[in-house]
């Protein structure tokens, strides 16, 4: 049962700390994505690769958030320093990056972030 | 400015009757929508999607209907059971050249069904 995998799913840390969230996408899939959801702006995409490179990061906040691949099978994403207002909950997902027919994207289960 | 809106926050239904979720967009460069169904504490799950040269796409009892002129898309799901109590999203994206465009999402209906 191939499956989108976030670690940790759960992170309360304090203001000005560094935050990394990890993601291991689906055996084969070449496309990850970054969103972030609040109840405010509901699910917002950060950024996202394909064949491990960075395609679209104009969601993200550069001064504070940084993401990568540094392998197929790991997407990285993190917040240096981290602020209140980045509590939300960050999903990973993954696709095959099909150029026709579009793409069906693959989520994880879900960071939870609380930054006091 | 929203390109893909869920008007509903909410919707209840009653268990074996139909329940209908909407979703407008305002991109005409959209060619692919999806629906997924997010349970609490869950990642969304892939439900159905449908291309922008088919109007309809049948699943079991998920259906979705496209009506490109209104650039309005509906699911139904028939009959409802209390197992579909979940929020539902409505997804697009744009094929730009041949590579798919990420996906913008709405803000959700959450779906309550009554036994």
């Known amino acids: 049962d191939a499956r989108v995998t976030q670690t940790p799913r759960h992170k309360v840390t304090e203001m000005g700390q560094e935050v990394t969230m990890r993601c291991q996408p689906i055996l084969g899939h070449n496309t990850v994505f970054w969103y972030r959801q609040t109840m405010m702006q509901g699910l917002e995409l950060l950024a996202y690769?394909?064949?491990?490179?960075?395609?679209?990061d104009s969601g993200m906040p550069k001064d504070r958030f940084s993401a990568e691949m540094p392998d197929a099978t790991l997407a990285t994403l993190k917040i240096q320093p981290s602020e209140p207002r980045d509590s939300a909950v960050y999903f990973c997902?993954?696709?095959?990056?099909?150029?026709?027919?579009?793409?069906?994207?693959?989520f994880g289960p879900g960071t939870r972030l609380l930054v006091l | 400015d929203q390109q893909v809106k869920q008007n509903s926050p909410s919707l209840s239904v009653q268990e074996g009757r139909i329940s209908i979720l909407n979703c407008d967009y305002t991109n005409s460069m959209f060619d692919y929508f999806l629906w997924y169904k997010k349970y609490p504490a869950e990642g969304p799950t892939f439900l159905i999607s449908i291309s922008s040269i088919k109007d309809k796409n049948e699943d079991g009892r998920f259906t979705v209907f496209l009506n490109k002129s209104a650039k309005h898309l509906s699911l139904h799901i028939v009959p409802s059971q209390p197992g579909d109590s979940a929020v539902y999203f409505c997804a697009a994206s744009a094929n730009y050249g041949g590579s798919q465009g990420n996906l913008i999402f709405g803000k959700g209906t959450k779906l309550s069904v009554k036994p």
């Open positions: 997902a993954s696709g095959l990056g099909a150029s026709v027919g579009g793409e069906t994207q693959y």
């Open positions: 690769f394909r064949n491990r490179a960075p395609l679209d």
